[in-house]
T-cell receptor, first 112, second 116 residues
Framework: LAKTTQPISMDSYEGQEVNITCSHN???????ITWYQQFPSQGPRFIIQ???TKVTNEVASLFIPADRKSSTLSLPRVSLSDTAVYYC?????????????FGQGTTLQVKP | DVKVTQSSRYLVKRTGEKVFLECVQD?????MFWYRQDPGLGLRLIYF???????EKGDIPEGYSVSREKKERFSLILESASTNQTSMYLC???????????????FGPGTRLTVT
């Protein structure tokens, strides 16, 4: 099973770009990479998902190198409201899925 | 909007009690999940169900069982609650997003269970 490793915490300032990297050395061929955001006392919220190369949506970008052993979540111009825990998830995209693995999460603190 | 609801936000039970945590989703999703979340350990998968009456163990199924009799409802059962099951329990359901060509999990608000 592909386990993930991410930094425990990161600090940033408003307006900066934040990059959070997740390592998943044992990722399987049919595994997707998904990132979630969680605020205190709430369930995680889907941010972005990708399989390879680069994916961008209105919230973030996800960079995945060719070997897929790591991925980087990029948050452009963060604000105070982006302070949250960010989880990297590696798992299968099929309906009868195998186990889904969450990383420990990265606590991002955005300062004014 | 997808809604995943959980029966209680906060629950206090005594050691040895049987505890039921209910989860309901309103979007006809096939896949549903139960996680627990503890400080420093992140989210850990307890059980998941990929269809009605189908279930599979996650990473930490010991001390738990589940029931999926209807597609919209996934129940987590603690047969005999213990203090080490004090935790935040999160339910999720999953659907395929055709726009993204991928799956998204939708989480409920969580149930904070305290076993005394």
């Amino acid at each position: 099973l592909a386990k993930t490793t991410q930094p425990i915490s990161m600090d940033s300032y408003e307006g900066q770009e934040v990059n959070i990297t997740c390592s998943h050395n044992n990722i399987a061929t049919n595994d997707y990479i998904t990132w979630y955001q969680q605020f205190p006392s709430q369930g995680p919220r889907f941010i972005i998902q990708g399989y390879k190369t680069k994916v961008t949506n209105e919230v973030a970008s996800l960079f995945i190198p060719a070997d897929r052993k790591s991925s980087t979540l990029s948050l452009p111009r963060v604000s105070l409201s982006d302070t949250a825990v960010y989880y990297c998830l590696v798992g299968r995209g099929s309906s009868n899925t195998g186990k889904l693995i969450f990383g420990q999460g990265t606590t991002l603190q955005v300062k004014p | 909007d997808v809604k995943v609801t959980q029966s209680s936000r906060y629950l206090v039970k005594r050691t040895g009690e049987k505890v039921f945590l209910e989860c309901v989703q309103d979007m006809d999703h096939e896949n549903m999940f139960w996680y627990r979340q503890d400080p420093g350990l992140g989210l850990r998968l307890i059980y998941f169900s990929y269809d009605v009456k189908m279930k599979e163990k996650g990473d930490i199924p010991e001390g738990y069982s589940v029931s999926r009799e209807k597609k919209e409802r996934f129940s987590l059962i603690l047969e005999s609650a213990s203090t080490n099951q004090t935790s935040m329990y999160l339910c999720a359901s999953r659907a395929y997003n055709t726009g993204l060509s991928s799956y998204e999990q939708y989480f409920g608000p969580g149930t904070r269970l305290t076993v005394t």
